[in-house]
């Protein structure tokens, strides 16, 4: 573990913590949201990185158009999911409520 007297450098590490805390990111709901954002996010990057030419066009065994076409026609699905599950992993309004009276909180929720 490093150590560093950089007060600016300090500070955003609390502040990242308390976010983290207030995320309540021990939970097994919310690793499964982050599980989940992560693999989507991963597989926009793969679409990205992709590029197609004319010979991968013409190849007759390449999948890459099936296994595209079958996500997106599952995107619609696991966006909504990952929206229900932000639902269930975000604070209530109640928890807004009381957490705002913790000065050390306040910015979090803003």
């Known amino acids: 573990m490093t150590t560093t007297k950089d007060t600016n450098l300090i ?4 502040t990242l913590e308390k976010k983290l805390e207030a995320f309540e ?17 991963d597989i926009s990057v793969l679409f990205n990185e992709i590029t197609i030419d004319e010979a991968t066009l013409k190849k007759g065994d390449d999948k890459f158009f099936d296994r595209y076409f079958k996500f997106l026609e599952k995107s619609d699905v696991i966006y909504e999911n990952l929206e229900k599950l932000e639902k269930k992993i975000l604070p209530t309004e109640n928890k807004k409520k ?13």
Do not use: C
């Not at 957490?99 to 306040?106: F, L, T, V």
């Open 11 to 14: 500070e955003l590490v609390k």
């Open 25 to 41: 990111a021990n939970t097994t709901l919310v690793k499964f949201y982050i599980g989940l954002k992560k693999q989507v996010d």
């Open 98 to 110: 009381m957490r705002a009276d913790a000065s050390a909180e306040k910015h979090i929720f803003v």
